[in-house]
């Protein structure tokens, strides 16, 4: 069982940055593929970026690449999305996801285990 714990959104003009912060609970985080997706006003849950448990490669959405950057702290059970130049399509809730996988997933009903979500609001 993993419990995630998202921190970090807000509110913030347009062009500004926010770091996201997810925080995992167990001693196998290490072994998790992790995903952050988002889900704005009146729209599906949409996959933002993901960070492979093997190797540290990192997967992007076409609508944040260049822009945003995932990371994780495996010492720390922690997988953070730096969010730069931010627009205001990109305001919706953000969501850490995690996977027992070695592999690159992006449809979020592959993710086994969900935070709560953290809300980020950019304003023009």
């Known amino acids: 069982q993993v419990q995630l714990v998202e921190s970090g959104g807000g509110l913030v003009q347009a062009g500004g940055s926010l770091r996201l912060s997810c925080a995992a609970s167990?001693?196998?985080?290490?072994?998790?593929?992790m995903g952050w997706f988002r889900q704005g006003p009146g729209k599906e849950r949409e996959f933002a970026a993901a960070?492979?448990?093997?190797?540290?490669?990192?997967y992007y959405a076409d609508s944040v690449k260049g822009r945003f950057t995932i990371s994780r702290d495996n010492a720390k059970n922690t997988v953070y999305l730096q969010m730069n130049s931010l627009k205001p399509e990109d305001t919706a809730v953000y969501y850490c996801a995690a996977r027992r996988s070695l592999v690159f997933i992006s449809k979020a009903n592959e993710y086994d285990y969900w935070g709560q979500g953290t809300q980020v609001t950019v304003s023009s």
């Open positions: 960070i492979l448990s093997s190797d540290g490669r990192t």
């Open positions: 167990g001693r196998t985080f290490s072994r998790y593929a």
